[in-house]
């Protein structure tokens, strides 16, 4: 579950990311996030990813409220959330599989139980021959693989995905997309900024659309 209540969020020099925000996504629904350039939805999904705190509002994720949540608990947070990037954010020194890896390891997870978890992961998205390659000898719609891989590697219970597709083309953002609602269907709740809109269009989903921070439309088709 995630709801937003009257939710602001102003950056130093006045600049308000967030204008009294609100919205309910309930568990095991999936959602996408649209508007303009500005709009405020990567600060959105910040604000439910606890990367930044919320200047006004309530937000509450699985019940809990992160106005309330302290900095110490901050990871424990995180690792119910699993965020995905349209740069990736993959470490090029580093192979598919450790990258997958990273937040096992800071998690503590054993050596036999990472392995396992990762493999899993790889096979969800369809690089499992790939663990011992690089960043940089994937195409594009591959190392986005990687980091959904690496997001739910965690299982959390909570996907964010901030323009997943933004640098890929039509047949691969339509991949992506179906892998997407494959964790969908098995209760995982993903909430999708995306200015892909002939293609969210498509996909028979609930729409929320943002416009100066403010949410000025919810439902199923995106302007």
């Known amino acids: 579950m995630i709801q937003f209540d009257n939710v602001s969020k102003r950056y130093p020099g006045g600049h308000e990311g967030l204008a009294g925000t609100s919205f309910r996504l309930d568990s095991g629904e999936m ?33 809990r409220n992160l106005n309330r949540l302290k900095d110490r608990d901050i990871p424990y947070h995180r690792r119910e959330v699993g965020m995905i990037f349209q740069d990736h954010r993959l470490l090029a020194d580093r192979t598919v599989f450790d990258n997958i890896a990273l937040p096992l390891v800071a998690s503590g997870v054993g050596h036999q139980e990472i392995s396992r978890k990762v493999r899993a992961a790889l096979d969800k998205v369809g690089l499992l021959k790939k663990e011992k390659l690089y960043p940089l000898m994937l195409s594009g719609g591959e190392q986005q693989r990687v980091g959904i891989a690496r997001a739910v590697v965690t299982r959390p219970p909570v996907i964010l995905a901030d323009e997943p597709t933004g640098n890929l083309d039509p047949e691969l953002s339509r991949e992506i997309m179906e892998l ?21 269009n498509t996909l028979d989903k609930r729409i929320l659309t943002l416009r100066q921070g403010r949410m000025a439309n919810d439902t199923g088709v995106a302007a």
Do not use: P
């Open 180 to 200: 997407f609602m494959q964790f969908n269907d098995v209760g995982v709740t993903l909430l999708i900024a995306t200015h892909d809109v002939d293609l969210i």
């Open 31 to 63: 959602a996408f996030l649209t508007g303009h350039s500005g709009a405020g939805k990567s600060t959105l999904l910040k604000l439910i990813g606890l990367l930044e705190r919320a200047t006004r509002g309530q937000v509450w994720v699985n019940e």
